[in-house]
């Protein structure tokens, strides 16, 4: 684990955003990502947070990649003022990179972990994000709740369980006509198999499945867009298999 504090040379990649993405940071969306880099390079101290510390390494995985989910909203200027749902967000990926992106946005971070919060709510403060507010517990039983069932335009999910428990987590937290993003690794038939007759049950379909590379490493990459075009049936169980 790298535990100095080594900025990212952030301005360096600012040809590579505008390659891959069509876009670049202002320049206090630059600072805000390197006080990001900063304070998740302090709190893994404490905590484990990431493994992922390396200045280039970090920029890759955690912000561009973070923000590759939403590429069809970055940079747009009329959008909608989406309230958002980061699903599982660990230190705080994707959501806090994209609150960083899209100050109109409100944007939620749930995590069953306390003290990943804890951290979190000290680092919306530091970074002054005024869109950002923590929730602890877990996506499925928050979800039965009604404050938070079908009330989000648009929900996301990193690296939390398979395609159909990502779907099972997300979906219900949606507005008839949001969208889920499923940030995936690798994506087979078999899965979609699997996730087509789970999203019958909740009332959502695939709208697109986003297939690309990372722009340094060369990883494999897929974003699943699922959109949630009707109330889920209550009383039909999921179920849900592990990884
Ligand atoms: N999304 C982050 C990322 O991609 O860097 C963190 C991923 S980490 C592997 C998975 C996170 O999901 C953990 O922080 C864990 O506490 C959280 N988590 C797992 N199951 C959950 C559930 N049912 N409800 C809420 N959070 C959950």
Redesign the pocket.
Known sequence: MNNSIEMPQLPEMLELWQQTLNWQPSSKELSQFQLLYELICQGNRQLNL?R?TEPTEFWEK?LWDSLRGISRFLGKTELPDFKVI??????????VPIAITQPNWQVTL????RK?LTFLDSLISELELKNATTLT??????SKQFQYREVYDLAL?????SPVVCAA?ALPFLKVGGLAIL?RGNWTEEEAVDLRSTLNSLGGAIELIDPFTTPISNSIRHCLHLRKLAVDKPGKKVKLKSK
């Open positions: 990431t992922i955690h980061d699903i599982g967000t660990g230190a705080g990926f994707p959501g749930l995590d069953s972990t990943k517990g877990r996506a499925e039983e928050l999910i990193r690296a939390v369980g987590y940030y």
